[in-house]
């Protein structure tokens, strides 16, 4: 029995042995080969943060305070938009240019040598062409053409010596040309069309540079004013979260004179995280409201900009007649839409003209070296029958020129709409305004009594709470009416189109 045991406890041991060293070789290879796990369950390269420091010592950034004339200067300096608009200015110029310089004498010189040998003979030949055309106003055009030759032989013998044959010659052809239009292409205004419409044009693309720039300038304008209304909205979070401090040292006083339940504490310190969170909202909305006032001046990232104090609002008498005709000399869209009318009548004058016989009186004069002239004057008279287009695109232009009528009244109408709309926005927004002063004086009245009170224990901490949320609040919502309401005053700047008379900006030609 005892050999039996002791078998067995050997047999234990060896197994023992056995598990325990496989054990070990197990552990040592899982060491070898382990990765490391975050505790979060991430991948590693989102666990591993740098410690952050209780204390960290933010680098001094230089505040640059801007002002709402700095803001446009600004934007009119680095915007990229205005930059591309100058920048097609360029183009448009050449535009006018090319157009006005429609009956500018086009010369066209000629030059040419070549030399051909053929055995020992070798020819020279030269030639001079001088052409001019000129257009006139009434529509007629001047040809002007002088063509000179000249022609020589040598011939070149055995040792390379080259003889003239003497029969170098010289000849000259004079040709003067001049064709009037009488009726189809004649008269000053059809050929003065072009000119006109380019100018036309001219005057849309100087209408549209002024309404570039005054979009630009009102977004400018919108962005800082977001920027201060972050600014201040921050400084209401952070006196309410100064105000909830304080009434939680006021909560604890009277806890600790056993006037109030410890319990009650818990609703300041409620009122106080949410104070936090709202504060931690307004220092984000604040940032981002830097960067996109940033992103339309187009200056440094790094700019630390701040908005300067939020101005006194004081209500503006507006008279609709008077911003009626300010408006009918500057708003963009009705200036634009009377250039497209006065354009497409010059487009149905083109196209009846077209419809027209061609009469013309054609004269030449041509002058050779033998000093002979051809002199010829005559009439020449021709109509297209029966293309189909010429009467189609007068059917056309007639119809584009009725549709203009039409959306210029359109536009004339709705100007007035829009305008007495605006107005009456303006005057609600300033009421608005005032009924948000009015509020945020009794909320703060009211705060003060409820205060008076819990000093005295006739009060509830949660009115006070209440009383506290219903000030911030009062705060926010006058704020958000002084925007408005400036808001509102600077769109009827933008839509009366005199927004750059009112930063006095400029346009040079």
């Given at each position: 029995?005892?050999?039996?045991?002791?078998?067995?406890?050997l047999?234990?041991?060896k197994?023992?042995?056995l598990i325990?060293f496989?054990?070990?070789?197990?552990a040592?290879?899982?060491?070898?080969?382990?990765?490391?796990?975050?505790?979060?369950?991430?991948?590693a390269?989102?666990?591993?943060?740098p410690?952050r420091?209780?204390n960290?010592?933010?680098?001094?950034?230089k505040?640059t305070k801007?002002s709402l004339?700095?803001?446009?200067?600004l934007?009119l300096?680095?915007?990229?938009?205005?930059?591309?608009?100058?920048?097609?200015?360029?183009a448009q110029?050449q535009?006018?240019?090319?157009?006005?310089g429609?009956?500018?004498?086009?010369l066209?010189?000629?030059?040419?040598?070549s030399?051909n040998?053929?055995?020992?003979?070798?020819?020279?030949l030269?030639?001079?062409?001088?052409?001019?055309?000129?257009?006139?106003?009434?529509?007629?055009?001047?040809?002007?053409?002088?063509?000179?030759?000249?022609q020589g032989s040598?011939?070149?013998n055995?040792?390379n010596?080259?003889?003239?044959l003497?029969n170098?010659?010289?000849?000259?052809?004079?040709?003067?040309?001049f064709?009037?239009?009488?009726?189809k292409?004649?008269?000053?205004?059809?050929?003065?069309?072009s000119?006109?419409?380019?100018?036309?044009?001219?005057?849309?693309?100087?209408i549209?540079?002024?309404?570039?720039?005054?979009?630009?300038?009102?977004?400018?304008?919108?962005a800082?004013?977001e920027?201060?209304q972050?600014?201040?909205?921050?400084?209401i979070e952070?006196?309410?979260?100064?105000n909830?401090e304080?009434?939680?040292e006021?909560t604890?006083?009277?806890?600790?004179?056993?006037?109030v339940?410890?319990?009650?504490?818990?609703q300041?310190?409620?009122?106080?995280a949410?104070?936090?969170?709202?504060?931690?909202s307004?220092?984000?909305?604040l940032?981002?409201?830097?960067?996109?006032?940033?992103?339309?001046?187009?200056?440094n990232q790094?700019?630390n900009v701040?908005?300067?104090?939020?101005?006194?609002?004081?209500?503006?008498?507006?008279?609709?007649?008077?911003?009626?005709?300010i408006?009918?000399?500057?708003?963009?869209?009705?200036?634009?839409?009377l250039?497209?009318?006065?354009?497409?009548k010059?487009?149905?004058r083109?196209a009846?003209?077209e419809?027209?016989?061609?009469?013309?009186?054609?004269t030449?004069?041509?002058?050779?070296t033998n000093?002979d002239?051809?002199a010829?004057?005559?009439?020449?008279?021709?109509?297209?029958i029966?293309d189909?287009?010429?009467n189609?695109?007068?059917?056309?232009?007639?119809?584009?020129?009725?549709?203009?009528?039409?959306t210029?009244?359109?536009?004339?109408?709705?100007?007035?709409?829009?305008l007495?709309?605006?107005?009456?926005n303006?005057?609600?927004?300033?009421?608005q305004l005032?009924?948000?002063?009015?509020?945020?004086e009794?909320?703060?009245?009211?705060?003060?009594?409820?205060?008076?009170?819990?000093?005295?224990?006739?009060s509830?901490l949660l009115?006070?709470?209440?009383?506290?949320n219903?000030l911030?609040q009062?705060?926010?919502?006058?704020?958000?009416?002084?925007?408005?309401?400036?808001?509102?005053l600077?769109?009827?700047d933008?839509f009366l189109?005199?927004t750059?008379q009112?930063?006095?900006?400029?346009?040079?030609?």
């Amino acid at each position: 029995m005892i050999c039996l045991l002791c078998k067995k406890v050997l047999n234990f041991r060896k197994h023992y042995f056995l598990i325990t060293f496989a054990l070990i070789l197990l552990a040592s290879v899982s060491k070898s080969a382990a990765v490391d796990v975050p505790s979060s369950g991430y991948p590693a390269i989102f666990d591993k943060t740098p410690t952050r420091d209780n204390n960290p010592q933010k680098p001094e950034v230089k505040t640059t305070k801007l002002s709402l004339a700095d803001v446009v200067i600004l934007v009119l300096a680095n915007n990229t938009e205005i930059k591309n608009a100058y920048l097609d200015r360029i183009a448009q110029k050449q535009d006018l240019t090319v157009a006005e310089g429609k009956f500018r004498p086009i010369l066209t010189p000629i030059l040419s040598f070549s030399v051909n040998r053929l055995g020992e003979v070798t020819n020279t030949l030269g030639s001079l062409d001088a052409k001019v055309v000129v257009k006139v106003s009434t529509g007629g055009e001047f040809n002007f053409g002088w063509t000179g030759n000249t022609q020589g032989s040598n011939i070149s013998n055995a040792n390379n010596f080259s003889t003239s044959l003497n029969n170098d010659s010289f000849s000259q052809n004079l040709q003067l040309s001049f064709r009037q239009p009488l009726l189809k292409g004649g008269g000053t205004s059809l050929n003065q069309a072009s000119i006109a419409v380019a100018r036309l044009n001219e005057t849309s693309n100087i209408i549209n540079l002024k309404s570039t720039l005054s979009d630009t300038i009102t977004k400018a304008i919108f962005a800082y004013r977001e920027l201060l209304q972050a600014q201040e909205r921050l400084k209401i979070e952070q006196l309410s979260l100064k105000n909830a401090e304080e009434s939680l040292e006021v909560t604890q006083v009277l806890i600790d004179a056993g006037r109030v339940a410890p319990v009650d504490i818990v609703q300041n310190q409620t009122d106080i995280a949410n104070r936090r969170v709202s504060l931690l909202s307004a220092e984000n909305d604040l940032e981002s409201k830097k960067l996109s006032l940033i992103s339309i001046l187009n200056i440094n990232q790094k700019t630390n900009v701040e908005a300067g104090e939020l101005p006194t609002v004081k209500p503006t008498q507006l008279e609709l007649e008077k911003l009626k005709q300010i408006a009918l000399q500057n708003q963009p869209t009705y200036l634009n839409s009377l250039l497209n009318l006065d354009k497409n009548k010059i487009d149905l004058r083109l196209a009846e003209d077209e419809k027209r016989w061609d009469l013309s009186f054609t004269t030449s004069l041509g002058n050779g070296t033998n000093q002979d002239t051809d002199a010829r004057a005559g009439l020449s008279l021709s109509r297209v029958i029966g293309d189909l287009s010429l009467n189609q695109r007068f059917e056309r232009s007639r119809v584009e020129l009725l549709k203009t009528e039409n959306t210029v009244r359109n536009v004339r109408t709705q100007l007035d709409i829009d305008l007495q709309d605006k107005i009456r926005n303006i005057q609600l927004s300033f009421s608005q305004l005032e009924l948000a002063r009015q509020r945020t004086e009794l909320s703060v009245r009211q705060l003060e009594i409820e205060q008076e009170k819990q000093k005295l224990g006739r009060s509830r901490l949660l009115d006070i709470i209440k009383l506290q949320n219903d000030l911030v609040q009062a705060k926010n919502d006058e704020l958000n009416a002084t925007i408005t309401y400036l808001n509102a005053l600077t769109n009827l700047d933008q839509f009366l189109g005199t927004t750059l008379q009112t930063w006095q900006v400029s346009i040079e030609n």
